[in-house]
């Protein structure tokens, strides 16, 4: 049976077990080239919330998600649910209870300071991105593992776990050419109503996925620099 085949089982506990690491290294050449030619590609990603009606590959949707699921997580516990929802209805009513929640937001909740941050962005409480994408991925975290029998174990470092898989779910979308925008209505419990998630799953962010409406717009943002962000020692 294949790595892939394999079905998931809790190893809290068990011995430590190594297996033969032997990736084939990569020419320092191609290294460069392939860096080089991600670099630009990932510099072309942007934020959308202007998406077209047309129905996108779900398979490429899939094999995103899957690409997350690589992530590291702690103690390989793999603590993320991702809902893909592609139903028209189950999208209006995300739609709807995000859109209350962001009415109370926009409305004083969220605060100045925070509004103001927001404002070059061009955000308002209308979220149209999440019904007129033609599917949405609901990131959950769980908060521990629970058993068929009821049983409970905590998971370790959830947030930085799923945070990750997250970045590598928007990279993958990307370079597959979707377009994709992380939407954190808050407070989100809504989603586990209305999606019916188990009492160990927290939500974390809502995706919607698909391509750029033929009159997409984005702000006019300018990125820092890599001397910015990145400090040699």
Known sequence: ??????????????????VPYRPGRTDPADSLARAAELRARMDERRTVRQFAADPVPA??????????ATAPSGAHQQPWTFVLVQDEEVRRRIREAAEE????????????????????L???RVKPHLTDAPALIVVFQQRYWLGEDGEK???????????????????????SGLAALVH????????????????????????????????????????????QVMTEI
Not at 59 to 68: E, F, G, L, T
Not at 103 to 120: K, Q, V
Not at 155 to 168: K, L, N, Q
Not at 191 to 211: C, Q, T
């Open 101 to 120: 929640e962001e009415r109370l937001s926009y409305d004083g909740r969220l605060g100045e300071e925070w509004l103001a941050a927001l404002r070059p």
């Open 184 to 227: 954190t209505p808050s407070p989100m419990r809504f989603l586990s109503e209305v999606l019916r998630r188990p009492a160990n799953e927290k939500a974390f962010a809502v995706i919607p996925v698909g391509y750029p409406a033929p009159d997409c717009e984005v702000p006019d943002l300018v990125r820092k620099s890599l001397d």
């Open 59 to 68: 398979q490429v949707v899939k094999d995103a998600i899957a690409c997350a």
């Open 153 to 175: 174990r905590k998971h370790y470092y959830v947030d930085e776990s799923v945070g990750i898989a997250v970045g590598m779910l928007l990279t993958a979308l990307h370079l």
């Open 1 to 18: 049976m294949s790595t892939s085949e394999q079905r998931w089982s809790p190893i809290h506990g068990d011995p430590y077990r190594p």
């Open 122 to 124: 061009g955000t308002d």
